[in-house]
């Protein structure tokens, strides 16, 4: 197993408050964003370089990461840039998986569409849930996947981890 590289200085700080009661500890990144992941994750930077945060466990095979981009940036790229645009741009990436039919919902008074899809990655088949959240000044896309074999023991984590995202103010 290869190691991480040594974090660049430039990173942003990863902040994590351990929940010893539930299993769940928050972490986040600066003033920007917290989300619970399960105690035995940790930080990786072998999945998405690009990614904002990413948290995982190689032994168990489950992960999520979240990806953010500047609003401002894509409506000026693209003006009127939305929420429903954000997620036509992501889910594109997984129509080969198969997605689910979108859900619209709230996540922590975000705005928020949900698919899950199914896949194979390197003949691993995957269970992914994935999000996309409107926030004050950036969407964000939150995505938590496990093994297809063992969806039915961290569906309701990988669940529950997005619904965990909350924006700081």
Known sequence: MACDPVPNLEEPVVETVADMASGFKEVGIEDQFLIRVPDYMAPTTQINPSASLVYGSHRKEVFVMVIEDSKAMLQTQSPGFSLDAYYQLVVSRFEALNPTQPRA?????????????????????????????????????????????????????????????????
């Not at 008074?109 to 390197?122: C, M, Y």
């Not at 691993?124 to 849930?129: C, D, Q, R």
């Open 105 to 169: 919902n709230n996540i922590h008074n975000l705005r928020a569409i949900q698919i899950t899809a199914r896949g194979s990655i390197n003949e691993t088949n995957l269970i992914y849930h994935i999000a996309v959240l409107e926030g004050h000044d950036r969407f964000y896309q939150i995505v938590s996947w496990a093994r297809e074999e063992d969806a039915f023991e961290y569906e309701p984590m990988l669940k529950q981890m997005i619904g965990s995202f909350r924006e700081k103010a």
